[in-house]
């Protein structure tokens, strides 16, 4: 998400503004929408900052006198608050000794924030759950800074990578970590801190991975560790051999790959965040009374590629959960077919960047008609958020490469939350039903992760199967939205002509197709479909097609039909899309590698459309 830098070097030099700012452009690729820096000058730590690209920043900072041997800086990819020059990070207290930057969600804010204008008058200055670090940081400052931070994360429930100066102590940077990625870099007579090693490789290759609730103090001499307990830690530097490109994609050879394989922490945050301690949703602060649901009367879902076919699976949830006709429709069809629409309609729109044209177009057709707009967005602050009267964020994090991965992952457990969020609020589900899918949505990153530890398989079946010319994807139910995601990833970075179609639908026309060189990705993941799956998939066999099943484990009844079968961990049944769904975009990913194809960045696509 956010990118930190941080930089101290001995009292007699100079020169840290240039080094943050190359470091935070090392961290571009991840995507922000502001940027700032605070500099220690003449006794104080003094911030500047900007929103848009970092050559705004470097504007503000031209200026020779703004220098200093340390500081910090950081871009922002919003979550609590638009994109803007007040909410981009640093922060500080109000008498600015204390200047934090914070990567992560501080689940507590708002009672912090109440507690800090109560108790101590504390004026906010942005919108932002993390100002409220800096200020605590400040009001528990009795002489130690570190005793004052830690005094202070003692607080803070949530997830963060916090890195903080103190004009009482600057010889030193203090960071903390928590469910967000934090490093060191040794210098020569300098030494660094960031989010991510690209943003330091120009000056050390030498690296130490600060582990969750550790605690760092960076001098220019010295890095020293604290363990959960408080207690120093001795840690062995890393010796980074990658180069810029391969440490911006993690060590994976492409951002799509990195990205499936950040789905377990997505999807948790996305998930546990909204959870209250008694399991209740707290979804965001969106007010939608019994009286509000029982009022809709229709649920449109509108969205494109994608986005859309997330809309397919929360048309199912809502409907099962909240008893309430849902209609999915892509929005540049929507936009044109005067759609029955009014102030009896819930209009949901889904969009990983919130700028794409059809969806806003949609949006905006829907609220002339009087509909309530509820959007699921990754990209905070875009249109689609900023137009629409309540908003779930699916805080994926920055999705780089094209093709949707985890932004699409992170729109089902969205649209889960909503589903039972209205159930349960409207009472058509009962708390049995309710408690049972929460704890099964709480088990899905832990099954995610280990469909990533069997990608060898899928990507066995990739290299077998990367030279077909069509390539079908059947399923019932659930199983056929989540085909025709599949099909979608295997055509957009392979170019492979793939086809999606409810199995049932195969015998009226599409069977023709079906022969010896057809390969068929059959889903059968629903217990009371499973057998009904089996005949479709004896059907295409006898046309002499060749069959990959996808199957929940121990299914192995699967196996006498199809010719192999890739497996998925027990699941239930509404819930199997966030799992099936993984092995399918694997395996385009690899077909994809073997073809030699241009995986992130594929021919004739744009990660936003915002065009007709
Ligand atoms: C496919 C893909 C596209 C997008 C679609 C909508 O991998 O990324 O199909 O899903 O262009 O984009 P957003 O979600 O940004 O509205």
Known sequence: MCGIVGYVAGADTSGAKDIIINGLRRLEYRGYDSSGIALYKDGKFETRKSVGGLENLEKLVDDPEFDSYMGIGHTRWATHGVPSNANAHPHSNEDETVTIIHNGIIENYLELRE?????????????????????????????????????????????????????????????????????????????????????????????????????????????????????????????????????????????????????????????????KDDDTINLDGIEMTKEDIEGFNKVYIVACGTAYHAGLVGKAAIEKMARIPVEVDVA??????????????????????????????????????????????????????????????????????????????????????????????????????????????????????????????????????????????????????????????????SYINSFAIAAGELKHGTIALMDEKTLVIALDTQDFLFEKMLSNIKEVKARDAYVIALAKDGHTDIEREADEVIYIPECRDELTPLL?????????????????????????????????
């Open 115 to 275: 507690m800090l204008a109560e108790k101590h008058g504390v004026k906010f200055k942005s919108e932002t759950d993390s100002e409220v670090i800096a200020h605590l940081i400040g009001v528990n400052y009795e002489g130690d800074f570190l005793q004052a931070v830690h005094k202070t994360v003692d607080m803070m429930r949530g997830a963060y990578a916090l890195v903080t100066v103190c004009a009482h102590e600057p010889d030193k940077i203090i960071g903390v970590r928590k469910d967000a990625p934090m490093i060191a870099g040794i210098g020569k007579g300098c030494n660094f801190i960031a989010s991510d090693i690209p943003a330091l490789l120009e000056h050390s290759k030498e690296v130490l991975i600060v582990e969750n609730n550790e605690t760092i103090i960076v001098t220019k001499d010295d890095i020293q560790i604290l363990g959960a307990d408080r207690k120093p830690v001795t840690r062995e530097p890393l010796h980074i051999t990658w180069d810029v490109d391969a440490a911006e994609k993690g060590g994976y050879d492409h951002f799509m790959l990195k990205e499936i394989h950040e789905q377990p922490e997505g999807i948790k945050d996305t998930l546990m965040k909204r959870l």
């Open 332 to 493: 540049s069809e929507f936009r044109y077919r005067d759609p029955f629409v009014d102030d009896k309609t819930l209009f949901i729109a889904i969009s990983q960047s919130g700028e794409t044209l059809d969806t806003l177009a949609a949006l905006r057709e829907a609220k002339n008609k009087g509909a309530r707009i509820l959007s699921v967005v990754n990209v905070v602050g875009s249109s689609v958020a900023r137009e629409s009267d309540d908003v779930v964020y699916t805080w994926a994090g920055p999705e780089i490469a094209v093709a949707s991965t985890k932004a699409y992952t992170t729109q089902l457990v969205c649209m889960y939350l909503i589903a039972l969020f209205m159930g349960k609020v409207k009472g058509s589900i009962d708390d049995k039903y309710y408690k049972e899918i929460i704890a099964e949505l709480k088990t899905i990153p832990g099954k995610v992760s280990e469909i990533l530890n069997r990608e060898g398989i899928i990507k066995d079946a990739a290299e077998r199967f990367f030279n077909k010319n069509d390539i079908f994807f059947i399923g019932r139910g659930p199983d056929s939205g989540v085909s025709l995601e599949g099909s979608l990833k295997l055509k957009e970075i």
């Open 580 to 612: 099936s769904v993984v092995p399918l975009q694997i395996f385009a990913y690899y077909v994809a590698k073997c073809r030699g194809c241009n995986i992130d960045k594929p021919k004739n696509l744009a990660k936003s459309v915002t065009v007709e």
